[in-house]
């Protein structure tokens, strides 16, 4: 049980504990710093998720994943 509480901690990206987590509209969520990142330097209206590819509009304030918090 323990083993499965830490990959739910866990930010997929950096694989480490998760440090001010975001979600994005897919529902995944990373680290703030991790996502940042992974923007894209041309186009900063949006993320692509980096497990799912769906697209996050930055005009739309990213959420604190508090379930993970």
């Known amino acids: 049980l323990d083993h499965l509480m ?16 975001k979600v994005l509209a897919c529902f995944h969520s990373f680290c703030k710093s991790c996502l940042e990142r992974q923007m894209d330097d041309n186009c900063a209206e949006k993320i692509v998720c980096p497990q799912c590819r769906v697209e996050t509009q930055l005009s739309i304030q990213l959420g604190k994943a508090y379930y993970i918090s």
């Open 6 to 21: 830490l990959q739910v901690v866990k930010c997929p990206l950096c694989l480490e504990p998760y440090r001010e987590p």
